[in-house]
């Protein structure tokens, strides 16, 4: 597959499949997300979901960059004998660092606790400490899955099959008057499910036997380290970048303020649905184009998926960001309100990831890993000085502020980095003309609104019309491409589709 053409047919055949999957995901997901604080004081669910939050973000850390690393080697090996070479060097380094990890958390959770002047998180860490030991294993057979271009497999091993018991469990432990340990089985849920479904795919296709009979190959194992490793760096740097906010605010503020702060998560992920539905064989394919030379395809790749994720994702963001007071009050209750202006700045700030499009992949595949340390470097120095500054004075939106200039720090170096090192950037004027008309549907409704209570059927209606606007929008500011077109005949012939009047719309514009 080294044409562009045949790549864009199988990045919409997967980004439709794992879109699917993020959608039916993040409705189970924002059920129990919903349920969960519900059930809770905000005290108490901002002290579960730090401790979640911290090994969560250790977890990352700790598997070394290595499924990033796996997925990339697997793309380019071509025996048996060198894809398990792979698969053994990439289990055996990322579970050797998430078992070092899990015994710094326990020997070290007194002093966590104390740091988050909050006792009654050390045992909450323990308690997680089995997430953290299942996570490699998810990740690296995903990792796996991802350059066998399995998407099917991966999005119910990654996505569906955790949040499905994960919700189950919760609710049924909500039901028993145990939310607490509801709480903790749902984000259990997310590694240990997720490594048993991904194992057994992964199992269908290769002798998981061969892989402990003898130790991994010291040259393959030395590749995939010294690509991994900045990565690695680059990973615990994102991480604080996505984390320090709520440490931060655990540090400075109370308890209650994380509960606020935290709970909002869920919503923010909207921001990353399509995105993430792209990413999955993105980075294999634009690996391919590169490893080819062939630019001008992988030019074309970047800035189409991009253009398509803005377009897709600005709708929702607008959504969000305009009537976040409603949507607080519809899922989680008028005693979260305060996390409503955080929710606005937040989805209104990190639209610029969107803008950006895959900048983190295109890295990976363009082989230049470091670029993720480099880059996540001034971001979090940006993020750290702000959040101290502004959180004392102005609490959590001080925090938000801080979060999203830290990410336009880090997103920016990445982008001049790949624009010095192949001449491909994201920005077009075709993803950014629809915006103008769309954003103004969306002020013009929310001035007519402004004096109403919205409930769900109003908040979706108010949806749907920013998309069809949106779509409107791109027809009249002529933003449509020859590209799109073949975009859109690749999914009508994947999906055995009818889609005549786009296509005819297409070609006479």
């Known amino acids: ?18 879109l699917a999957g993020t959608i039916v995901s993040n409705v189970l997901g924002l059920l129990a997300e919903v349920f969960i604080p519900r ?30 690393g796996v997925t990339r080697f697997l793309s380019e090996k071509a025996s048996a004998h060198e894809e398990t070479d792979v698969l053994q060097s990439g289990y055996a380094i990322s579970l050797t660092g998430a078992a070092i990890a899990a015994a710094a958390i326990y020997l070290a959770r007194f002093e966590i606790a104390a740091l988050m002047d909050d006792p009654a998180v050390a045992p909450l860490l323990v308690a997680f400490v089995p997430y953290l030991l299942a996570f490699p294993i998810a990740k690296v057979s995903v990792g796996v899955l991802r350059a066998e271009e399995r998407t099917t497999a991966a999005t119910l091993a990654q ?45 269908q296709h290769i002798d998981f036997g061969s892989l402990v009979t003898h130790l991994p190959n010291q040259e393959t194992f030395r590749e995939l380290w010294s690509f991994s490793w900045p990565l690695a760096a680059g990973a615990s740097l994102h991480l604080m970048l996505s984390n320090v906010d709520i440490m931060m605010i655990g540090y400075f503020l109370d308890s209650a303020s ?7 998560q869920p919503l923010k992920q909207v921001i990353f649905f399509f995105s993430g539905s792209f990413a999955f064989l993105f980075m294999p394919l634009a690996t391919k184009h590169y490893s080819q030379s062939d630019f001008a395809g992988l030019d074309a790749l970047y800035t ?28 989680f209750g ?53 959040n101290a500054a502004l959180i004392p004075r102005f609490g959590i939106v001080g925090a938000a502020f801080g979060t999203v200039v830290g990410y336009f720090v880090y997103n920016t170096v990445e982008v001049v980095v790949i624009y010095r090192a192949v001449g491909s950037y994201p920005f077009s004027a075709a993803a950014f003309k629809p915006l103008i008309p769309t954003t103004l549907v969306g002020i013009g409704v929310l001035t007519l609104t402004s004096q109403r209570t919205l409930g769900l059927l109003a908040i979706a209606g108010i949806g749907v019309l920013l998309y069809t606007a949106q779509l409107a929008s791109m027809i009249l500011t002529r933003s449509f491409t020859d590209t799109d077109l073949l975009l859109v005949k690749q999914f009508e012939a994947r999906f055995n589709l009818d889609l005549s009047w786009l296509t005819t719309l297409l070609r006479s514009e």
């Open 39 to 68: 059930a809770l004081v905000p005290a108490v669910y901002g002290r579960l979901g730090l401790a979640y939050g911290i090994v969560s973000a250790i977890s990352s850390l700790a598997i070394l960059g290595i499924p990033n």
């Open 1 to 18: 597959m080294s044409s562009i053409a045949d790549s864009l047919g199988g990045l919409v055949k997967s980004a439709g499949i794992v």
């Open 304 to 331: 189409v998926t991009t253009k398509w994720i803005v377009s897709l994702t600005f709708p929702a963001v607008l959504l969000f960001t305009l009537f976040s007071p409603a949507a607080i009050r519809l899922f």
């Open 334 to 386: 008028t005693a979260y309100l305060p996390a409503a202006p955080v929710l606005s700045i937040l989805m209104a700030g990190l639209f610029y990831r969107v803008l950006v499009g895959l900048d983190g992949d295109m890295v990976k595949a363009i082989n230049r890993p470091r670029v993720e340390f480099y880059s996540a470097l001034p971001g979090v120095a940006v993020n750290i000085v702000l």
């Open 258 to 264: 994380v509960g606020y702060y935290r709970s909002i």
């Open 159 to 203: 996505r569906i099959g955790p949040r499905v018991l994960g919700l189950a469990l919760v609710a049924g432990l909500i039901a028993a008057d145990r939310p607490v340990v509801g709480a903790i089985g749902y984000w259990l849920s997310f590694s240990i499910v997720g490594a048993l479904l991904a194992l057994y795919a992964v199992g």
